[in-house]
């Protein structure tokens, strides 16, 4: 039976509706503040950290994201920790929880298909996200000027607004991962534990069990042994499998792009430093050049994923 009309009508509706329930929750609110603190705390102890060098320091504005301060690290690291957590908390529950209601036939039982209904919650979400790392980067820049009192640069400008770009495609992976574990398991709980598994995985886990995997794939020769140092091959193999970690992808992302010294994410090799001034930095279009490879896979990811929870969701029943 063909359908009458787009797939795609309603999505507005959908997505102001979603986004009004987002931003109005208590759930977000907690979200919000446990980000809001944790930023503050970090950010404090970087710019009594950098005030010293404002005057020597042609990029201090990106150092607000990028210095550490013990025990807290980084701003970036922190958003890298804490972005999947909002994303979760916000797509754990968006679909089962509709069934839970026995609201979802009722939905669909108006002139609505669930393509749009689906897109509607996903883009709710994302909207969401965007709109609490604009907050944060207003925050961000606003400290720096009121505390450090220079203003910032316009490449500096373009860094950082580039770096909002890249965590809001890290935001939209676990988004979409949420999303697709709402819609395979009907309790709420169950997708949520799921979720936060795989998170736990991908960020804690996966990155000391990749050298291991990599080195059961790829065994270091004997010269190598002997130095003592992993071998070329076993180095490829152990990046190219951490890179399945879209928390690796991230923060080679914002190391590129933060940092405009570096001149490679992986290893150094003597032909890459040739002609090179030690210490001087990279123009954008170079450090892009550099992390495009972790963006498109990030961006791959979030459509990977959407168009693996939309297959599912078509071939579901619905009906209560």
Sequence with gaps: ???????????????????ADHLSSARMRILEWLIVLTAAASLYGVVQQIRSTTASD???????????????PSFASLLGFLIPLVAIGLGFDAINSEYNRRTLSRILSQPIYRDALLLGKFLAGLGTLAICLITLWLLVIGTGLLLLGVPPSGEEIARSLLFL????????VWLAVAMLLSI??????????????????????????????????APPDPVSLMLGQPSLETMQWE???????????FGEAVVGLLNPGTRTLGPLFMDQLEGAVMGSPLPLGQS???IWPQAVGLIAGVILLF????????????RA
């Design 58 to 72: 042609p990029f201090i504005f990106l150092r607000l994201f990028t210095a550490a301060q013990a025990p807290l």
């Design 1 to 19: 039976m063909q359908r009458e009309g787009s797939p795609w009508h309603g999505v507005e509706t959908v997505t102001v509706k979603e986004l």
């Design 307 to 318: 168009a693996l929870g939309y297959v599912v969701f078509q071939r579901q029943e619905v």
């Design 184 to 217: 395979v398991f009907r309790s709420p709980a169950t997708s949520a534990l799921a979720a936060l598994g795989l998170w736990l995985l991908f960020t804690m886990l996966w990155p000391m069990l990749a050298p291991a995997v990599a080195q059961a794939i």
């Design 288 to 290: 892009l050049g550099i």
């Design 239 to 249: 990046q190219a499998l951490g890179r399945i970690s879209p928390t690796r992808l």
């Design 165 to 172: 770009v890249v965590a809001l495609a890290y935001a939209g």
